[in-house]
């Protein structure tokens, strides 16, 4: 079973910077999709960024310019750097991760609160 852990995440003030990373398990790391998704409090679960397993890149528009996902295969890890942080980035984030090509996301971490103070 592919098993994603985050990691990486708490309090910050706004404009502050945090980075998140998640380890995968179980599987051919190289041959994942890669995903950052968040869920605010009191809404649905977003898509904040996307790796392929090529290495291109998505961003919500919300974290364009700010959020930035990498990963690195030889370590099985993905990360999101999240600089200027603003109060309504507060939202527990969770990793997933999907057959390269894959439709839909089919594995997910726990999550990992990330909490933005005034």
């Known amino acids: 079973q592919v098993q994603p852990v985050e990691s990486g995440g708490g309090l910050v003030q706004a404009g502050g910077s945090l980075r998140l990373s998640c380890v995968v398990s179980?599987?051919?790391?190289?041959?994942?999709?890669m995903g950052w998704f968040r869920q605010p409090p009191g809404k649905q679960r977003e898509l904040v960024a996307h790796i392929t397993s090529g290495g291109s890149t998505n961003y919500a528009d919300f974290v364009k310019g700010r959020f930035t996902i990498s990963r690195d295969n030889a370590k099985n890890t993905v990360y999101l750097q999240m600089n200027s942080l603003k109060l309504e980035d507060l939202a527990v984030y969770y990793c997933?991760?999907?057959?390269?090509?894959?439709?839909?996301?089919?594995?997910w971490g726990q999550g990992t609160q990330v909490t933005v103070s005034a």
């Open positions: 179980g599987s051919i790391f190289s041959i994942y999709d």
């Open positions: 997933a991760a999907k057959v390269r090509g894959a439709a839909s996301y089919r594995y």
